[in-house]
């Protein structure tokens, strides 16, 4: 097997397709009711690049992501810090949404930067934040199926 010499080892990347148009993905992204289903509540509205914005992890309610809106293209890219000051591993980094229209659906790409791999513990946390963003894009997907 040839490695991707594109690909970042310290990156998580997932990507899938969803039959819903764009409008409908975009809306699960950025309204609060629709993330809350299916992520976590967003404490307000994204609406444009420099919207900050927390979501509270509901196991840890004193544990919050503070997030910053960096990019901002309706239906196209939503990209936000991710920072988590309280965690046991303090973690910063940053979330790109990208989509794009495919036949009668959209095109979904995650990728969440910002760990240190030859650190351990971030390693570990790049790990067990990929095992949460895949189990997150099946309960997407029942958001928008609804």
Known sequence: MIADPGLDPAAVEIGGFFPQPLEAVW???TVPD????WLMRPSRMIA????????VL???????????VIAFEPREQLTYTWTNPRA???SA?????????QGHGTRLLLTHTGFDIGDRRQKMVRNAMERGWRNRFPRLHE????
Do not use: K, Q, Y
């Not at 629709?34 to 289903?37: D, G, M, T, V």
């Not at 980094?93 to 229209?101: E, Y």
């Not at 958001?143 to 609804?146: H, S």
């Open 27 to 29: 809306r699960a992204l």
């Open 34 to 37: 629709l993330l809350e289903r």
């Open 48 to 55: 444009t690049a420099g919207t900050r914005f927390i979501f």
């Open 93 to 101: 980094g940053t979330v790109d949404w990208t989509m794009r229209a």
């Open 143 to 146: 958001v928008l199926d609804r």
């Open 58 to 68: 509901p196991s840890h309610p004193h544990n919050e992501i503070e997030c910053e």
């Open 88 to 90: 046991e591993c303090p």
